[in-house]
Structure formats: C-alpha cells, structure tokens
Nanobody, 125 residues
Framework: QVQLTESGGGLVQTGGSLRLSCDASGSNFRRSSMAWFRQAPGKEREFVAAIFRGTNTYHSDSVKGRFTISRDNAKSTLYLQMNALKPEDTAVYYC???????????????????WGQGTQVTVSS
C-alpha cells in the first residue's frame, strides 16, 4: 500500500521561503515519477512541478525560477523548495506519485496513481 505524507506547510510573509516534504512508503520510489500540485480555494487543481522517473525536472511557468523540485531516493522523499513566495501561491499543496507515467501526461493530475493528504501554504501580503 503506497502512502504519501506531506509536511512543511505553514504561514509565511510575501518574499519568504518554505520547503515542503513528501515521504513515500510502500512504493518503487526510485522508478516512479513524482509531482507537486496545488489547489487554491475556488480554483482547479494546478500543476506545480514534477520529476519524471529519474532526474528530469519540470516546473510550471508560474513558479519557474522560484520553486525547485528535488528528490532523495535513499529517503524516499520528495521536496519542493519555495522561495520568493507570493500571496497567489496560497493553496493546499499535494504530492502525487505515478508508477507508469508517460512524459506527455506529466502535468495531468488524473494520470497519477497516488496522492497525499495535502499541506496548507498561506502567504500573507
């Protein structure tokens, strides 16, 4: 049974930083693609960043240059370093795992097999 557990969310001022973590258990973490999505109140879920299988990383235009996704295979942990945070980054952040994801589906949440429970990030202005 695969379980994803996010942590690291919180309240931060504009311009601040946070690092989210996602611990994965029960999965073939090394071979899986991992991603971060977010959902703000009243909005649809939005792709943030992903690591396709090994080490190729992808970031949405809205976070490129500010957020960095990374993974530690030895710890089966996914990270999202978030810098220069803006109020529009306020959302619940979810990590997701795709066991047989193809590159063209990387930004499609429906293509992922497992999801965490989410962690709230609030950026005050």
């Amino acid at each position: 049974q695969v379980q994803l557990t996010e942590s690291g969310g919180g309240l931060v001022q504009t311009g601040g930083s946070l690092r989210l973590s996602c611990d994965a258990s029960g999965s073939n973490f090394r071979r899986s693609s991992m991603a971060w999505f977010r959902q703000a109140p009243g909005k649809e879920r939005e792709f943030v960043a992903a690591i396709f299988r090994g080490t190729n990383t992808y970031h949405s235009d809205s976070v490129k240059g500010r957020f960095t996704i990374s993974r530690d295979n030895a710890k089966s942990t996914l990270y999202l370093q978030m810098n220069a945070l803006k109020p529009e980054d306020t959302a619940v952040y979810y990590c997701a795992l795709g066991e047989r994801l193809i590159l063209s589906s990387l930004r499609n949440g429906a293509a992922y097999d497992y999801w965490g429970q989410g962690t709230q990030v609030t950026v005050s202005s």
